[in-house]
């Protein structure tokens, strides 16, 4: 297997792009990257997306989007997990240059989220869970993450002060971070007062609908020192699955596709959780980046709260999470974000991250789950 | 929005409960399934669900998906009936502050939704207080 560098990286500003398609967004952000890189030549792409089919009535995405980037008649694959649609394309492209098949691919994440009204929208996130038992009792992705918060809360004794500070940190970052859909600092009291959309989650609990769209280059290590970048390596990769329905697991709280993925990517890394210098995770919800602290064996299970108040995950912390803002701050166009992710630690091991950036960081880790944890995608980068 | 066919061949489940049985390890798994999560196993018979549990877990919807619109708020619970099995559905006839993880509750057939302009109507299993 050949080693895999990321040499380019691209992101535009996310939000309510009324006056952008799907095709436009994703296009800008993939030229940004192609730029970044310096090589305009690529060998395939790979598109995360999650439901361009039920957003904006498109399928036949991979080969849309390279007819618009001027790439025909290269090969274009559009992968779908869910929300981690992104991380599913990044370790598509992995696989690829690594492989030696491709020499270098292009990796991008598209969603277009607000052509729909926001009852159509739940209806179309809600397709990632399961439509014959849950999605049919009229369950929703804020009550299925509810319905997790309020087990954590009775089983760990989590407060709802705890989750409201994971929105806070967030949204610090996020503050930092211009691209970022709402880069504004919020306050615990405002968490706690804010609408309530599924109890005991509200809606500055939420990560927003977002349009956008983030993209990648991968190519050889070899390749990459050649060119004038800092060398930044994807060192593991993880991807594991585990049952879509929060029923059908023993425990709701404990997130054993995020432990099954990042256990084999710190394994191919030859790392452990205290070697990681920062990580972005798929915080759509606050409890889930509790959760997701635990599996990634970063905090003790059930410690995530309580990491959370102590300051562990913040900027200044022993291992700042969510820099970038996060899902929550940042925003959530569900099949770019787990390219997103790239985008940031990719920033951050270059020491390009501006008022956010983390000293010293060499080591970073991306954390992308589809769904309430039915697919995740664990990936370790590393600045060479 | 369900077709008919898409709503009737699920009707075992959310009329009757049927679930499958591993004859190999004993797993009750609902809805019935062709693989044994737990042994592997393909042999499978078919039993009823239990029709009493308690809360495990509950959330009240105050944004609901467009057929639930109607409806809410609603309580919806992840409920661990007595023989093991969990299952999703609505908790009903309960004021929301009585609401708690561990109250015992009972499968009632309800209605679940209407489809307008004379589309179906959707029954199924809800939750009650046993």
Redo the contacts between chains.
């Keep these: 297997m050949r080693e895999v560098a990321v040499i380019g990286v691209g992101m535009t500003k996310w939000g309510e792009l009324w006056d952008k398609s799907l095709r436009t967004i994703f296009v800008e952000t993939a030229l940004l990257a192609l730029d970044d890189s310096g090589i305009d030549k690529i060998d395939s792409m790979y598109i995360g997306a999650m439901s361009s089919g039920v957003f904006v009535g498109q399928e036949h995405l991979a080969s849309l989007l390279a007819d618009y980037l001027g790439q025909t008649p290269l090969p274009a694959t559009r992968v779908e997990s869910a929300c981690a649609s992104g991380g599913l394309a990044l370790r598509m492209g992995f696989i690829e240059v690594a492989s030696g098949m491709s020499d270098v691919v292009l990796v991008g994440g598209v969603e277009k989220m607000t052509d729909l009204n926001?009852?159509?929208a739940?209806?179309a996130l809600?397709t990632a869970a399961d439509q014959?038992?849950?999605?049919?009792?009229?369950?929703?992705f804020?009550?299925l993450y509810?319905?997790?918060a309020?087990?954590h809360m009775?089983k760990y004794g989590t407060t709802r002060e705890q989750l409201a500070m994971v929105a806070v940190k967030n949204h610090f970052n996020g503050s930092k971070n211009p691209l970022a859909q709402f880069p504004y600092e919020i306050t615990v009291d405002s968490v706690l007062n804010s609408?309530?959309?599924?109890?005991?989650?509200r809606i500055l609990d939420c990560s927003p609908i977002t349009d956008g769209a983030a993209a990648a280059i991968l190519c050889p290590v070899e390749m990459a020192k050649k060119m004038k970048k800092p060398v930044v390596k994807i060192i593991g990769s993880g991807h594991a699955t585990d049952?879509i329905?929060?029923?059908?697991r023993k425990d709701?709280t404990w997130l054993e596709a995020t432990y099954q993925a990042a256990k084999k990517a710190y394994s191919m890394a030859n790392k452990e959780p205290k070697d990681i210098n920062l990580m972005e995770v798929h915080d759509c919800f606050t409890i889930a980046e509790i959760c997701v602290t635990e599996a990634l064996g970063v905090v003790e299970k059930g410690k995530g709260g309580e990491a959370v108040e102590l300051g562990k995950t913040s900027l200044e912390g022993k291992i700042p999470v969510n820099t970038s803002g996060g899902l929550k701050a940042k925003g959530h166009p569900v099949g770019a974000t787990g390219v997103a992710q790239v985008v940031e630690i990719v920033k951050q091991l270059r020491g390009e991250a501006g008022a956010r950036q983390v000293k010293g960081a060499r080591i970073g880790l991306t954390q992308n789950m589809g769904g309430s944890g039915g697919s995740t995608l664990v990936h370790i980068f590393e600045r060479e | 929005m369900p077709t008919p066919s898409r709503y009737w061949r699920?009707i075992p489940q959310?009329y009757k409960l049927e679930a499958g049985k591993c004859k190999n390890c004993g797993l009750v798994v609902f809805?019935p399934r062709l693989v044994c999560?737990r042994c592997k196993g393909r042999d499978f018979e078919k039993v009823k669900l239990a029709e009493t549990g308690k809360v495990?877990?509950?959330?009240?919807?105050?944004?609901?998906?467009?057929?639930?619109?109607d409806?809410a708020p609603?309580a919806?619970?992840?409920v661990e009936l007595d023989d093991g099995v969990?299952?999703?559905?609505?908790i009903v006839d309960f004021h929301?502050d009585d609401l708690k993880?561990g109250k015992r509750v009972r499968i009632e057939f309800r209605k679940?939704?209407e489809e307008g302009e004379a589309g179906i109507i959707?029954y199924?299993y809800k939750f009650v207080p046993e």
Excluded: N, W
């Design positions: 926001g009852h159509e739940t209806y809600g014959e038992y849950e999605g049919y009792h009229g369950i929703t804020p009550g509810a319905l997790i309020r087990a009775e609408v309530m959309i599924a109890d005991p989650l049952t329905a929060l029923s059908s709701v | 699920e959310r809805p999560p495990y877990t509950f959330t009240i919807i105050r944004v609901p998906p467009q057929q639930f619109v409806q609603y919806v619970g992840i969990k299952l999703t559905g609505q929301f993880i679940i939704y959707c199924g």
